[in-house]
């Protein structure tokens, strides 16, 4: 309940910005840094705890865990937002919905920074992870730090 009411209150919250926006400059705002992500542009995302990962592209996704032996692909609608890019589709186990926003992350195991944050809601999970694109690549950070 609650991953439904934190992608709930990230959509309308986008929606409400994107509306401000198009008052403020006197039409709809226009494509931003994440334009072309999942799109166009492959974008791979990962995340710990439980490891999983994948990559999205031109309305289609595929999502890996160690658990399953072959990685699962889906369809996905993309919807972008000027702070926010949103996928969703159904997997085998259940609706799926991921949140793309321009944020600093870090996975918290390897030494590096990613440029997107990522929230994905499948089935009755939540799980945070990171993306990167070959546009925005991922940053080695020297070790030790």
């Excluded at 039409?27 to 710990?48: C, D, F, M, R």
């Excluded at 072959?70 to 996928?87: C, G, H, L, N, Y």
């Excluded at 944050?117 to 730090?145: M, N, Y």
Aim: aromatic share 8%.
């Amino acid at each position: 309940m609650v991953k439904h009411l934190l992608l709930a209150t990230l959509l309308v919250a986008s929606a409400a910005f994107e509306a401000a926006e198009a008052r403020t400059h006197g039409g709809p705002a226009q494509p931003g840094p994440l334009a072309n992500v999942g799109g166009a542009e492959t974008l791979h995302i990962t995340g710990t705890e439980p490891f999983w990962g994948g990559r999205v592209r031109a309305g289609r996704l595929t999502f890996e865990t160690p658990e399953n032996e072959k990685s699962e692909a889906f369809r996905v609608r993309r919807t972008v937002r000027p702070r926010a890019i949103m996928f969703s589709g159904a997997m085998s186990q259940g609706a799926f919905e991921m949140v793309v926003t321009r944020k600093l992350c870090s996975d918290g195991m390897s030494d590096r920074d990613f440029p997107y944050e990522v929230t994905i809601s499948v089935g009755r999970d939540t799980l945070h992870g990171c993306g990167w694109s070959a546009r925005r690549p991922f940053k080695e950070l020297p070790q030790g730090q």
